[in-house]
């Protein structure tokens, strides 16, 4: 497998006072942590349309479509399913964050630690940088949006963030230093990805 590689960038821009430049730098580099998997998920998902750094179509563009469940437990039924039937061993149900709680509403969320399960014990990925979009772009509305499942989720990562020397970006007209850290990735799917639009539904779940 392959997958097309992208930069993830983030940015500071502070005054000279108040931080030493290593100290900006630092603050950078930990803003650009926190911020990496975010942007990792939005280019999974969605992708990225921007008029100054270019339009990225998002893996999750064009998945099979497996229908629309009624509630939550469908919705996690029919990607299940799906999976099992294509002999995807190793899968994943992807989900917005918020979906999180419809999933455990119906007691459809097994927790493993840090790990979220299904029943089954496929492992659930509840994106932050998820917009819960249909595969050709249908919206999210006050009761549906779009879980999905694919095989495995394979992420490589450049071991070096870039930074600019701090000197180099400062501006001494308005004594602001304007700092872009930069790191390459390149996200790649095995076997394939289906999505399945779900309503929800709260008051059919969460039954004992």
């Given at each position: 497998?392959?997958?097309?590689?992208?930069?993830?960038?983030?940015?500071?821009?502070?005054?000279?006072?108040?931080?030493?430049?290593?100290?900006?730098?630092?603050?950078?580099?930990?803003?650009?942590?926190?911020?990496?998997?975010?942007?990792?998920?939005?280019?999974?998902?969605?992708?990225?349309?921007?008029?100054?750094?270019?339009?990225?179509?998002?893996?999750?563009?064009?998945?099979?479509?497996?229908?629309?469940?009624?509630?939550?437990?469908?919705?996690?039924?029919?990607?299940?399913?799906?999976?099992?039937?294509?002999?995807?061993?190793?899968?994943?149900?992807?989900?917005r964050v918020g979906m999180s709680?419809?999933?455990?509403?119906?007691?459809?969320?097994?927790?493993?630690?840090?790990?979220?399960?299904?029943?089954?014990g496929r492992p659930y990925v509840f994106g932050q940088g998820y917009s819960g979009i249909g595969p050709t772009g249908q919206a999210v509305d006050g009761t549906t949006e779009w879980m999905y499942a694919t095989g495995r989720v394979v992420i490589w990562q450049d071991p070096t963030i870039w930074v600019p020397p701090a000197g180099d970006t400062v501006n001494r007209s308005l004594n602001t230093v304007n700092l872009v850290a930069q790191q390459v990735h390149a996200v790649a799917i095995e076997c394939g990805v289906w999505a399945v639009s779900v309503t929800r539904t709260c008051g059919t779940t969460g039954a004992t």
């Open positions: 497998i392959s997958g097309a590689p992208f930069a993830v960038y983030s940015t500071w821009t502070c005054s000279t006072v108040g931080y030493t430049l290593e100290e900006q730098v630092q603050r950078l580099r930990t803003r650009h942590a926190l911020r990496t998997q975010t942007a990792a998920e939005r280019l999974l998902w969605q992708g990225q349309t921007s008029a100054t750094d270019g339009n990225i179509t998002g893996l999750f563009a064009g998945a099979t479509n497996v229908g629309a469940a009624g509630c939550v437990t469908e919705a996690v039924e029919l990607l299940e399913q799906t999976l099992a039937d294509n002999g995807v061993l190793a899968g994943i149900i992807h989900a709680s419809h999933l455990a509403q119906a007691h459809l969320v097994y927790d493993r630690g840090r790990k979220k399960e299904t029943c089954y």
